[in-house]
């Protein structure tokens, strides 16, 4: 059996393996079922097919993208090494080529996507090819709650126990939480070898700042890196097009990347990037785990990632070849409310989506972090740091102040209207806006009310949003985003504890913002009423608008009917809609079932009906 320090230099032609490489190539060289976490450009993939090498046999790869395979594939047969790839992607003319080295026994490394697994016989086949190996790259993916999520990559565990081979999982970011979940899907709760290298990238320069014309932001950002491969990531793709178009009006070579594209379209922006020098792509997430270019030398978010996983993840496709690489990351209320709404909108169980507020206050809290950047990144993945010199806040600290009592009158708020309403209610009470709402509610009676009229109302949102960051308060989301105070708030609110805010994150000029569809109070219960729409529409397998239209869950968000005499009064519920969905969007809006209607009211159009005074529970 070939030595792996051998094959190391005769076929990839290092020297020596990185730091922690060698452990790992041996325990999967051994058979011994392994699980590794290493940083992005810690040379994951050398970890698997090193041992491919040296053992019997024929190693699987399941790896997520095919755009990653077909680069890997390049380089191993590049190398002189027989690999191939199963892929939907295929010619007939290679997967014809891959299957006739396998029955010759000459391919050592297959590539296949997840989704094959699904294909019936794939067990036999990979029996009759002499699989002695299964490879997971990107394992991640397996997580059912994670932002990669890939529902194939539930097979992978059946599969690993139906052939009886060992089995090789990498990913580059998984918390505990994530990590613990891998261990359950693919080793069926069976601790393997496990690695954690460190996290940490230290030529990558960490940058965060808040919207202030973002698009100025990213081409002056671009603009001081002219001719330097980079990526800017979008929330939308729409918004791919119009700043790849704002690049390009500005002599930059950009191009925009998303998943709508054709897939020769999206194809060949894949070639250009790793062909053309200086190319910067605006996409996506969907420009993801299949960029392999190790010399990008900056990566911005035009709008926050959804989680700290995704941030990292993302950072990381800069400087893989180890030289200094730069980020910069943009966030505002906008990005916040979106990230929410994405939350509150999806299938999860309540558990798991307060998880999910949890994970992305943990993003606010970087965003919003008031010493070194990479602390607070590492902190979030268990690791201890020390300043890096290597950041924003590094370079300035940022302007601190006292917000002990701020905070403090902030959660009276919170407490003194029963843990039932948004920021956006809660700051008309501190600054002593008597809305109808307030009024309706008695509000306005409250001690509370106008206690902070010292401050603008645009600050009392940043203090709200750094609350938020310190993971103070959290959205619940059985009662539609209303903030809960959590425990680490309590020595605050007594007293016992102060508590420091950054003052440079409230400066950004406040600016005109797109109309929302309703107001920022009643957006997380819309947000839940199309979530029970999704779930009756994909249940009957029909377009979400047949069950109700937007216009219709917008009044009911606003009105908040207590019961099915009320819903029926809404726009768009007539009378065979209320009797097949009024009980399941009321128990949304009141938190209950409701009683049996006593009887048709005599109209069953919109009405003028007055919204309710009870807060949803």
Known sequence: MPEPKALLSSVFGFDAFRPGQK??????????????????????????QLPALCRDG??????????????????????????????????????????????????KILYMAPERLASGGTDRFLRRINTTLIAVDEAHCVSQWGHDFRPDYLRIGTLRKALG???????????????????????????????????????????????????????????????????????????????????????????????????????????????????????????????????????????????????????????????????????????????RGQIDEGLAPPERKSADHGRLNALLGLAEAQACRRITLLGYFGEDAKPCGHCDLCDRPPELFDGSVAIQKALSAILRTGEYFGAGHLIDILTGNATDKVRGRGHDQLPTFGVGQDIDRRTWTAIFRQMMGHDLVRPDPERHGALRMTEAARPILRGEADITLRRDTMRTAARPQARALVSDEDAPLLAALKARRRALAEAQRVPAYVVFNDRTLIEMAEKRPETLDDMARIGGVGAKKLERYGAAFLEVITGEAPTPRASLPQETGRGRGGRSLRPPV
């Open 58 to 107: 024929v190693t699987v790869v399941i790896s997520p993208l095919i755009a990653l395979m077909r680069d890997q594939v390049r380089g191993l047969q590049a190398a002189g090494v027989a690999a191939g790839a199963l892929t939907s992607g295929n010619t007939e003319d290679e997967t014809n080529a891959v299957h006739a080295a396998l029955d010759r026994g000459d391919l």
């Open 165 to 339: 081979v060992p089995l090789a999982a990498f990913t580059a970011t998984a918390d505990a939480e994530t990590r613990a979940e891998i261990v359950t899907r693919l080793f069926d709760g069976e601790p393997p070898e496990t690695f954690l290298r460190g996290f940490d990238r230290p030529n990558i320069h960490l940058a965060f700042s808040v919207k202030d014309g973002p698009r100025r932001q990213i081409l002056e950002f671009a603009a001081a890196r002219k001719g330097q491969p980079g990526i800017v990531y979008c929330g939308t793709r729409a918004k791919t097009e119009t700043l790849a178009a704002a690049l390009s009006a500005e002599g930059h070579s950009a191009c925009a990347y998303h998943g709508g594209m054709e897939p020769d379209a999206r194809r060949s922006v894949e070639a250009r990037f790793q062909t053309e020098d200086g190319l910067i792509v605006v996409a996506t997430v969907a420009f993801g785990m299949g960029v392999d270019k190790p010399d990008i030398r900056w990566v911005a978010h035009a709008d926050l990632p959804k989680s700290i996983e995704a941030y990292y993840q993302e950072i990381g496709r800069a400087g893989r070849d180890g030289a200094p690489a730069e980020t910069l990351t943009l966030f505002g209320p906008d990005d916040i409310r979106l990230r």
């Open 23 to 48: 452990d790992i190539v041996d325990a999967v060289n051994a058979g011994r079922n392994t699980l590794a976490i290493m940083p992005t450009g810690g040379g994951k993939s050398l970890c698997f």
